[in-house]
Nanobody
Framework: QVQLVESGGGLVQAGGSLRLSCAAS????????WAWYRQAPGTKRELVAG???????NYADPAKGRFTISRDNAKNTVYLQMNSLRPEDTAVYYC?????????????WGQGTQVTVSS
């Protein structure tokens, strides 16, 4: 089994920054891909940023120029640096991992971390 544990959420004023982390743990696995999603109350979960199959990054329009996704393969960890935060960024943020175990690929989700941006 593989677990994703997120950290780094919290309350911040508009214009501030937060750095989210998501670490994968378990045995006999490798990470094929990472992404960050978010879900605000009453809305659908939406992609924030992710790595494409060739390792490049892609961002949803609201995140472009403000958020940066990065990863540490040795630590099986993905990060989301969020700058210039706005009240509309308030949401629960989830990491998603494509995990390869044996011949199969599975999707795992983190438990979510709350980000609240006050105006």
């Amino acid at each position: 089994q593989v677990q994703l544990v997120e950290s780094g959420g919290g309350l911040v004023q508009a214009g501030g920054s937060l750095r989210l982390s998501c670490a994968a743990s378990g045995s006999d696995f490798s990470i094929n891909g990472w992404a960050w999603y978010r879900q605000a109350p009453g809305t659908k979960r939406e992609l924030v940023a992710g790595f494409t199959n060739d390792g490049s990054t892609n961002y949803a329009d609201p995140a472009k120029g403000r958020f940066t996704i990065s990863r540490d393969n040795a630590k099986n960890t993905v990060y989301l640096q969020m700058n210039s935060l706005r009240p509309e960024d308030t949401a629960v943020y989830y990491c998603k991992a494509k995990v390869k175990r044996g011949f199969w690929e599975y999707i795992y989700w983190g438990q979510g971390t709350q980000v609240t941006v006050s105006s």
